[in-house]
């Protein structure tokens, strides 16, 4: 198999401030990388595809000056909210794609971020 | 473009019953499909995933899905469930490319298989 760490797990922040997510693949490297959101009882939303060394590649309607990702190294992305406001606060997940005997996609266990 | 619709947002079954957990795509294009599950307090776990050749797939866990074009459906099914596959289960696809995974998902909005004693 493989493991894909997320920190922090939980995080509450005032409005207006910034807050940074780390995606880990700890046994693995993985040149793609992917950040999804989840809000309640909704599905998984795919923001950005994070290429190692690259700039990320963000969906149709997802701010990139207000969700920065950075991809420096072959296991770790972080994703940061900046100037997050209440409407920022959701379920973040991330997943890295691991080519070698699998070519599939390993998830994170999300992290959840609450904006007051 | 694509969507994923899981009908039933929630499933309860007793143990040892069959279960069917339904999925529907729609896409412009060739996709990938995949189920996933998700146990309480974990990230998601790959189940089963189509990638090409025979329609029906199969888990190590007893669980099967069969691609039909025609219906454009995905559906998850089990002979018999057990208490521990109580989990929060979602369908997705991707793109048809080179990748086979290595695309973004679209995800459907998760089915809770409930197992009843």
């Known amino acids: 198999g493989a493991v894909v760490s997320q920190h922090p797990s939980r995080v509450i922040c005032k409005s207006g401030t910034s807050v940074k997510i780390e995606c880990r693949s700890l046994?693995?490297?993985?040149?793609?990388m992917f950040w999804y959101r989840q809000f309640p009882k909704q599905s998984l939303m795919l923001m950005a595809t994070s290429n190692e060394g690259s700039k990320a590649t963000y969906e149709q309607g997802v701010e990139k000056d207000k969700f920065l990702i950075n991809h420096a190294s072959l296991t770790l992305s972080t994703l940061t909210v900046t100037s997050a406001h209440p409407e920022d606060s959701s379920f973040y997940i991330c997943?890295?794609?691991?080519?070698?005997?699998?070519?599939?996609?390993?998830f994170g266990p999300g992290t959840r971020l609450t904006v007051l | 473009a694509q969507s994923v619709t899981q009908l039933d947002s929630q499933v309860p079954v007793f143990e040892e019953a069959p279960v069917e957990l339904r999925c529907n795509y729609s896409?412009?294009?060739?996709?990938?499909l995949f189920w996933y599950v998700q146990y309480p307090n974990q990230g998601l776990q790959l189940l089963l995933k189509?990638?090409?050749?025979?329609?029906l797939v199969e888990s190590i866990n007893g669980f099967e899905a069969e691609f039909n074009k025609s219906q454009t459906s995905f559906h998850l099914r089990k002979p018999s469930v057990h208490i521990s596959d109580t989990a929060e289960y979602f369908c997705a696809v991707s793109e048809r490319g080179s990748g086979g995974g290595a695309d973004g998902l679209t995800f459907g909005k998760g089915t809770h298989l409930i197992i009843q004693p």
């Open positions: 046994d693995f490297q993985a040149t793609t």
């Open positions: 189509y990638l090409s050749g025979s329609t």
């Open positions: 896409s412009s294009v060739s996709v990938y």
């Open positions: 997943s890295a794609y691991k080519t070698s005997g699998y070519n599939e996609q390993f």
